[in-house]
């Protein structure tokens, strides 16, 4: 069993940036699959970014602003986020699998923490 403990989230101006962050316990996580969804009010739950064996993957149309990261040694996965926008509004999700996983499809994911609101003003 994984958990997954975000935070980081928050009320940010148009503009402006935050970083997540996503804690992991309980197996070994340095080869897990993290990947960070977002859903915002009436919307489906989108991929947003992954990190996959060392490599860092994005959603096509948030490519430029984010960047994931991972510290294996601190169990932990974060995302920065620059020049955040009033549509970046979500609550954002911290998802891992125990195999890699190339795709977008939040279904794939087994362990998902609870959350962290980002509200984008503007």
């Known amino acids: 069993q994984v958990q997954l403990v975000e935070s980081g989230g928050g009320l940010v101006q148009a503009g402006g940036s935050l970083r997540l962050s996503c804690a992991a316990s309980?197996?070994?996580?340095?080869?897990?699959?993290m990947g960070w969804f977002r859903q915002a009010p009436g919307k489906e739950r989108e991929f947003v970014a992954s990190?996959?064996?060392?490599?860092?993957y994005y959603a096509e149309s948030l490519k430029g602003r984010l960047t994931i990261s991972r510290d294996n040694a601190k169990n932990t996965v974060y995302l920065q986020m620059n020049s955040l926008k009033p549509e970046d509004t979500a609550v954002y999700y911290c998802?891992?699998?125990?195999?890699?996983?190339?795709?977008?499809?939040?279904?794939?994911?087994?362990?998902w923490g609870q959350g962290t609101q980002v509200t984008v003003s503007s």
């Open positions: 309980g197996r070994t996580f340095s080869s897990y699959t």
């Open positions: 990190w996959i064996g060392g490599s860092a």
């Open positions: 998802a891992a699998r125990s195999s890699r996983w190339y795709g977008t499809n939040a279904h794939a994911y087994d362990y």
